[in-house]
């Protein structure tokens, strides 16, 4: 028997039996329990077509959608998930490219890096340096040399920006591993595998340092830069839960409260995603 309770209705009373007289339907409960439900007119699609050759061209235009459907379907299950390294790769390089491309996006009459926007990412940066794995050499390369940069004042326009980065892809690739950039843990291949599967071409790697994993993107590069951008909020908030990131941001001078974390994060979204809809939702 499934009992209910009107609105209001303490839990402890006997409550009504709803489906005395059958499976009860959505407004055999709404009666019973004197509950006001939303009403819907319901349709069907039921096209009509002037024409034989339009009907024809509307079939074969929902074909078409079916087909590049499965298609994206298809291609999505034989993408190759996202192995620890690529997470920290899509969101090293979601990170980069927020700054280069928001930092600069308001300015002060001088031209100068508009103050919030700069404190703004002052505290994310703090944020990445306590909260993100020790072993993960993009806090100890790229995040902290932005911050001796924005710190004295060092950085004038975007060019400087995309030049610390192009330095820090430079630095990583000169030191001849396979990983990408952004990497946390080095890949270690047996000499077996090695010989197996070859060395891997130091100009393909460089490429792939740039661009997003096809786990992330699906083939659609667009959507790397926000899988990204989650994957880099998941490390830090992960990060921010631990004790021993927590004392160390401690005893570095950081404020480490979670109430802060949150705020860091929020306004690192306001100020440097630029998607206004995601921004809004977010």
């Known amino acids: 028997t499934i009992f209910g309770w009107k609105h209001g209705e303490s839990l402890e009373s006997p409550g009504i039996a709803l489906n005395d007289d059958g499976e009860p339907d959505a407004d055999d409960v709404g009666e019973l329990l ?6 819907e007119e319901k349709g069907l699609f039921n096209w009509t077509f002037e024409t034989d050759e339009d009907r024809e061209s509307y079939e074969k235009d929902m074909i078409e959608q079916a087909k590049k459907a499965a298609r994206t379907k298809k291609l ?29 996006q308001t300015v002060t009459d001088e031209g100068e890096m508009d103050p919030k926007r700069k404190a703004a990412l002052m505290d994310f940066l703090n944020l990445l340096e306590w909260a993100s794995p020790q072993s993960w050499q993009l806090r100890t390369t790229f995040v902290k040399e932005l911050q001796r940069r924005i710190s004295s004042d060092a950085i004038a326009d975007r060019g400087v920006v995309e030049s610390i980065i192009k330095t820090d892809m430079d630095r990583h690739r000169s030191g001849e591993t396979e990983d990408p950039w952004g ?29 997003w994993s096809k786990a992330c993107t699906h083939s659609q590069p667009a959507k790397g830069f926000t899988c990204g951008l989650w994957n880099l909020f998941h490390i830090l908030t992960i990060g921010a839960s631990k004790k021993d990131h927590e004392m160390y941001g401690f005893h570095r001078g950081f404020l480490v409260s979670q109430h802060h974390v949150a705020e860091t994060i929020k306004n690192f979204i306001a100020y440097f995603f630029s998607c206004d809809v995601c921004r809004t939702n977010f």
Do not use: M
């Not at 999505?76 to 600069?104: C, G, M, V």
């Not at 270690?188 to 792939?208: E, N, T, Y």
């Open 76 to 104: 999505w299950h034989e993408t190759k998930p996202n192995t620890h390294n690529d997470r920290y790769h899509n969101a090293a390089l979601s990170l980069s490219f927020a700054i280069k491309s928001q930092l600069f």
């Open 183 to 211: 990497y946390v843990d080095t890949t270690v291949r047996s000499k077996l595998v090695g010989k197996i599967l070859g060395k891997p071409d130091p100009v393909q790697l460089a490429k792939d340092d740039k661009h």
């Open 34 to 39: 004197e509950l006001d439900l939303a009403h």
